[in-house]
């Protein structure tokens, strides 16, 4: 059995605003008026009145002329990218359930989540890399001393360099 789109509109209203009455305030109509809506049939109402209801609930108005009920804000950009799976509509309406503080965490990880993903990573080390390393670098300690031999940071030849990587201005 299919639930009629006014009790669909009614969950909406009642999960997102807490009661008819305090809705109606919202929007501008009378609660009778709305009530009405609800209880008679979206089809008959005026379609003021239904453009009003839906604005506010962020519903398209040609799906609920077809008697669905659509998002404005995300059920088009869903479908458009064919994403709207289960999982990520339940997603989506607990993260509307979040107070600002969870909504914020959410973002939060989310964007962080983004970033490892999608930042270019730096290059692995390359096969040519490593085949070097295994053949030219001695595993022994005193075979490497005697093919790499220890410098002497005071010598001339160091500090000659040192000056020409960091040079200094002389005023």
């Not at 064919?82 to 909504?103: C, E, F």
């Not at 930042?119 to 085949?131: N, Q, V």
Request: with cysteine; proline share 5%.
């Amino acid at each position: 059995m299919d639930i009629s789109v006014e009790s669909q509109l009614k969950g909406i209203i009642l999960s997102k605003h807490g009661s008819i009455k305090e809705f109606a305030q919202i929007i501008g109509m009378s609660y009778t008026t709305l009530d009405s809506i609800l209880k008679r049939g979206v089809e008959k109402a005026n379609v003021v009145n239904i453009i009003k209801i839906c604005k506010a609930l962020s519903l398209d108005v040609d799906a609920l002329a077809d008697g669905k009920i659509q998002s404005k804000e995300i059920i088009p950009l869903l479908n458009s990218e064919n994403n709207a799976t289960p999982q990520l509509m339940d997603h989506i309406k607990k993260y509307r359930k979040l107070d600002a503080h969870g909504k914020d965490l959410v973002d939060t990880v989310l964007d962080k989540e983004y970033d490892r993903v999608t930042t270019p990573k730096e290059p692995a080390m390359t096969a040519e890399l490593r085949d070097f390393i295994i053949k030219e670098i001695p595993r022994d300690p005193d075979e490497f001393e005697k093919k790499y031999q220890p410098v002497d940071e005071n010598s001339k030849e160091v500090q000659d360099w040192i000056a020409r990587m960091h040079p200094t201005s002389k005023n």
